[in-house]
Structure formats: structure tokens, C-alpha cells
């Protein structure tokens, strides 16, 4: 217990100081705030209604997958390159402070950030969009919590191939990309060609869209919405996908990330 409270503790601070920093970075702000709030707008405007879901629950739906990307993802990047490039990474290791609570506590303010967000969508779909009640909250939850942790890896992972904050822009650009274009966002999965609509299955983003789904509408919009057991039996492929993406990026992490400079 007396272990866990001290993790906590450095968790918190290192978590405290990175608010003050992304507070005073316009950019990095605008960047974890501005993407999903923009396609608001962009979802309100379509009409039609995809994959057999009302437009609004499938598009609201799709913008929780879109925080993670946005808020999460392409935020952290940047910020832990800016903090390598600092040496801030490099002197925070000289303390009793582990590898994992110095990634966790760096990540803290991007994660609530973006749980924050999904809360937000939630209760305004619920609200303003006539938008259900989520049929299994512990479904949805676990698909929020689970594909921040895994995108918290996959940023770990990207900027320990990009050199500089400039560049993280670049190098996020393909994963970017794929997950808005191909993890059923928008667009329903069922609606692309076969094959396409499998291998996309498969990306990071997917199976998260799928567990908030599933979680929120008790279906992902290919089949007639389950009750609250049934959706656990549904959860269980996305959840499997998920998992061994956060393994895969737990991996790369441990081999690769950069704690300071390249010299």
C-alpha cells in the first residue's frame, strides 16, 4: 500500500507540472482540443443515416474514437519529444522516480483531457441528440480507458523515431490517417470491400470504436442492438484486438524509446 501511495504521489507531480506546461502551450492545447470539436460541426451537417444507426449515434459515436487520436495520441507525441529534447526525460530518471510513473504521470494530463471529452460527448448526445442511455457503461469505459492507455504506448512508441516537435506532425501522420480513415469513424466498416473491411479491423482504433459502440448503442451498426449481458460476449473480440495492441506497443516501448537525445 505504502508502494502504491508513493507511485501515486510522483504520478500526481509529474502529472501537475505537465497541466502547467500543455495550460501555456497554445498549441499543444489547440491540438488536443480543437480536431474533435471541429468535426462536431462536420457530423452535425451530415444528413444521412450510416451502417443502419441514426446519423447522430453513429457520428457521436465516432467522435469518441476521434479524442483518442486527437487528444491522446498526436498531443503526446510532441510532448514527449519536447521533453526528451530537454533532458527532462533524462534527469527525472536520476531520481527514485520508475520508467513507468515518469510515461504515466507525463501522459496524466492528455488522458483526463481526453476522458473529459468523452464525458462531454456523452452527456451532450445524451441530451441535446436524444441519444440513449449507454446500454453497458462498463463496456464503454473500458473502450476509453483502454484505447487511451494504448495510444498512451503508441505515442511513447512514434517519438522514439522523431527527432524533433516539428516533426512528430510527420511521423503521426500515417497512423493518423488510417485510424481516421479506416477505424469506421465516419463510415461504416461494413460498407467498404471485404478484405478492407477486415484488415481495418486490425488497426489501433477499431476495436476501441467498437467497445464505446457497443458500450453506448449495444451495437457497432452492422446488427440490431443486444442488452447489457450480451454486449460483454460481443466485447470480446475488439477487447482481445486491443490488448494485443497495447502488448505490441508495451514491447516497442521497452525497445525502443529514447530517454535522451540522439548525440
Known amino acids: 500500500m505504502t508502494h502504491l501511495t508513493g507511485t501515486m504521489r ?49 457520428r457521436v459515436t465516432g467522435l469518441l474514437g476521434l479524442v483518442l487520436v486527437g487528444a491522446v495520441y498526436f498531443t503526446l507525441v510532441g510532448t514527449y519529444v519536447a521533453r526528451r529534447e530537454r533532458l527532462v526525460l533524462k534527469r527525472l530518471r536520476v531520481g527514485e522516480i520508475t520508467d513507468v510513473e515518469i510515461l504515466t504521470g507525463t501522459a496524466s494530463p492528455a488522458i483526463v483531457l481526453a476522458l473529459a471529452q468523452i464525458v462531454v460527448f456523452t452527456v451532450a448526445g445524451a441530451v441535446f441528440l436524444g441519444l440513449p442511455v449507454p446500454v453497458n457503461a462498463p463496456v464503454l469505459v473500458l473502450g476509453a480507458l483502454g484505447g487511451a492507455g494504448v495510444f498512451v504506448l503508441l505515442a511513447a512508441a512514434s517519438a522514439a523515431f522523431t527527432r524533433t516537435v ?19 469513424l465516419m463510415m461504416p466498416l461494413d460498407d ?10 486490425f ?3 477499431t476495436p476501441a470504436v467498437e467497445l464505446m459502440r457497443l458500450g453506448w448503442l449495444g451495437t457497432t451498426g452492422a446488427g440490431a442492438p443486444v442488452g447489457f449481458v450480451a454486449v460483454f460476449a460481443a466485447a470480446a473480440g475488439p477487447v482481445a484486438i486491443l490488448a494485443a495492441w497495447a502488448a505490441l506497443g508495451a514491447v516497442a516501448v521497452r525497445r525502443r524509446f529514447r530517454w535522451e537525445p540522439r548525440r
Open 10 to 58: 510522483r504520478i500526481r507531480a509529474i502529472g501537475r507540472a505537465e497541466l502547467t506546461l500543455l495550460l501555456r502551450d497554445g498549441m499543444a492545447l489547440c491540438n488536443a482540443v480543437v480536431p474533435p470539436l471541429a468535426i462536431v460541426g462536420l457530423a452535425a451537417a451530415a444528413k444521412a443515416d450510416p451502417g443502419g444507426l441514426p446519423g447522430n449515434a453513429f
Open 203 to 205: 488497426l489501433p482504433l
Open 192 to 201: 467498404l470491400p471485404g478484405w478492407v473491411g477486415e484488415v481495418v479491423r
Open 166 to 184: 516539428e516533426l512528430a506532425q510527420v511521423t503521426t501522420m500515417p497512423l493518423v490517417l488510417a485510424c481516421l480513415l479506416g477505424s469506421g
